[in-house]
Every structure is written in C-alpha cells, then in structure tokens.
C-alpha cells in the first residue's frame, strides 16, 4: 500500500486538453516548484525538474545515468525507459561513446545533405498520389507516415518490398518481430553488402567486432524507430499547427526562406513528447536548482516546459517563426542530443516547402472537426488529419 504522502502527489504525464499545447501544470510547475516530485503511471515517484538551466543540467551531467534506469527494481516514469532494446538512448559512456561513433558518419551534415534530392522526390511523389486521389485526403496515411518512413528505409538498406509488410509492428513497438526481421536483413546484406548504414554497422561487427550481434539487430531497430516514429508525430503536429494558423502559411508561401525558421520555433513551441525525455537515476547525491536528489532516484527532464521558460524565452507562449536565438531542448542536449536531429529538420522543412508550393490552398477539410489522437506515455500521435486544397 502507497503512503498517503505519495497518493497526495500529482500523476504524471500531465496532459493538456488540446495536445498542441503545453499543459497548464507546465507553467505552474515552472513558476512555482520547478524541481518537484510526481506519481508516475508506473507508480514509482520520480523528479520533474522543469527549468531550462535544469533540464541541461540533467542532460549534461554524468551524475546522472541512462542505463541505471535499465536495473531491475529501478524507478522509472514510463515503459519507454526500460524499451527492451540495447540503444543509444539506454546507454552510458563508454559503451554510448563506441556505440554513437559507429552511426555518427551516416548522419553527418553532408551526408543529410545528400538525401535532400532523395527527401524531395518522396515528398514530390506522395503529393501526386494525394493529388491523383482528390481532396479530401487523410494527411497522416498519405504523407506525414509514409515520408519518414521511406528515408529511413531507404537509408538503412531495407528494400521496398519488405518495407510494407514492417511498417504495422512500429507503432504498436513489436520488437520481436522487428528483431527477426533485422537478423533477416543482417544475412542478406552479409551475403550481398550495399552502401546502406546497415551495411556499414554489420561491418563494424564483422570486421572491427565494435559491435555485438544483439547490439547489431538492437541498434537497425532502434534507427527504425526513432527515424519513423517521432518524425511522422512531428510532421503532422507542424502541419496541423499550420493549418490552423492560416496567417503563418500565407507567410511561409511568400517567405520561403523562412521555414527554417519556422521549423526551429514549431520544435520549441509544440509539446511533441508532453511526458518529457527519458528519465535518468542520480548515481550521488546531487542539488538542482536547490533541491537536493538523492542516490538512486528518478528524475525526468521536463524539456517540454524548459521550452516555455520565460528565463530563456521572451513570449513563450507565442509562436514567433523569426525568434532568435533559439535553444530549445527538443532534440535533446549533451551526448543524448539526438543522432538524426539534422535529418529530422531537413524533412520537415522540404515537406512544408514542397506542400505550399505543389498544394497551395492546403487547409483542414472541416476546421471545426475534432482530431482524435492516440495518448500515450512519452509521445501522442494523431489517427488522422483529414486536409483538402
């Protein structure tokens, strides 16, 4: 049985009633207890710390611990710190140290530079598919899932044939499945290799033994994963957020060049993953912003509502496509600051260029309808998001 003290704390995630904003509890949390505790839907306590200086404290600090989180018995705020998989994300240095640098070359700058004409083509094609079956068209199944999920695909060397037959055991995270089909691919890149980033890890495994083969089939599925999911809940939150601003669109249309811009602001502004980043365990006694944590316990970086720190952010609540500088916590921070951000960034400003250049009159088929949306503990995602142009 649960103390009373702990049945008194709030339950976390805290949830907004329209997902495009921040929840309440954010700005009172920031304003009044930005290092506090909370209930967990796992029901462990766990620390929400709130403040943008904070939240990169957590991040940066090595007294706090991704794989700590992994131990059996070892609180934690959501099924997605203890996913199963041995990642990136689940790891501490060394071992995140040899792991990254296996990948870092496969998402470097130039190389996301390379798949623009690639990025172009998907976004080119989908739109004509759209277009091809007339308005109304469901945004999420025809444009905003498809896309991340063909340059993912196309990187990691999965051929189009299989890529349909995978795609239904991501949202529902299948990981088994998924690791039969790695092993599946893992042998037949092994007997006919390409230029693929999984050509390139089996490499690593057989010829520099830099990776195990569970941390081989792990790290295909976890570059699935995150290269699809979280980018696809992007695009169509950015969209809809769009959408429903008609005046930031007109804008975009005569301002290209400011999409960028408008991208970076959209990444702070919209609580993509309201139940924050993935909870850390301090390994000592440590103090954030005067609150002292003790060895062993939880604690989630709230970088949602960092990203509304007035401290930081002068009219959080606005969304000013022009605001600079902008050092918004999105993708992360420190080691942990996510390996494909610079891929993410580019598909969403060549989708939101393609679309206002081949679609547009693209608006909400029915502005007054009700979106409805898959909840979950880390990210939220939209069934659909029916447009018309």
Not at 26 to 37: A, E, F, G, K, T
Not at 42 to 57: C, E, F, K, L, Y
Not at 97 to 111: G, I, M, N, V, Y
Not at 247 to 254: F, I, P, Q, V, Y
Request: with cysteine; charged share 20%.
């Amino acid at each position: 049985m649960m103390e009373p003290e702990v049945t008194l704390l709030p339950s976390f995630p805290f949830l907004s009633d329209d997902p495009l904003l921040p929840p309440a509890e954010h700005q009172r949390l920031l304003r009044q207890q930005p290092v506090s505790r909370a209930l967990a839907g796992t029901g462990h306590v766990v620390w929400i710390v709130t403040r943008h200086a904070d939240v990169r404290q957590v991040l940066t600090s090595p007294l706090f611990s991704r794989s700590a989180v992994m131990r059996p018995g070892a609180p934690h705020a959501t099924v997605a710190d203890i996913v199963g998989l041995e990642l990136l994300a689940c790891a501490d240095p060394p071992e995140h140290t040899r792991l990254r640098k296996l990948a870092t070359h496969a998402f470097s700058p130039r190389r996301v530079e390379e798949l623009r004409p690639s990025i172009q083509a998907i976004a080119a094609n989908l739109i004509t598919a759209m277009q091809a079956a007339g308005p109304p068209a469901d945004f999420v199944s025809g444009f905003s899932n498809p896309l991340p999920y063909r340059v993912i695909c196309q990187m990691l060397g999965i051929p189009a044939a299989d890529s349909t037959r995978i795609i239904d055991w991501l949202p529902a995270l299948a990981l088994d499945p998924l690791r039969e089909f790695f092993a599946d691919l893992v042998r037949a890149r092994r007997a006919d290799p390409d230029d693929s980033l999984m050509s390139a890890l089996i490499a690593a495994r057989d010829e520099g033994e830099r990776l195990t083969e569970s941390e081989l089939l792990d790290f295909g599925v976890g570059l699935l994963i995150a290269g699809h999911e979280t980018t696809a809940n992007m695009l169509a939150d950015v969209m809809l957020a769009l959408l429903r601003r008609q005046d930031l669109l007109a804008e975009l249309r005569s301002a290209p060049d400011r999409i960028p811009g408008a991208v970076e602001e959209l990444l702070r502004y919209l609580p993509f993953t309201p139940g924050g980043m993935l909870a850390r365990i301090a390994t000592s006694d440590t103090e954030i912003g005067g609150v002292v944590i003790k060895a062993g316990e939880a604690v989630v970086p709230l970088h949602t509502a960092a990203n509304h720190d007035p401290a930081v952010f002068g009219n959080p609540g606005t969304i000013e496509i022009t605001r600079s500088p902008n050092p918004h916590l999105s993708l992360g921070h420190g080691i942990h600051h996510c390996l494909g951000a610079q891929l993410a960034r580019l598909e969403l400003c060549e989708s939101i260029a393609s679309l206002l250049d081949r679609l547009p009159a693209l608006r909400l088929a029915d502005p007054a309808a009700k979106i409805s949306w898959r909840r979950h503990m880390v990210v939220h995602s939209m069934t659909a998001l029916p447009v018309t142009w």
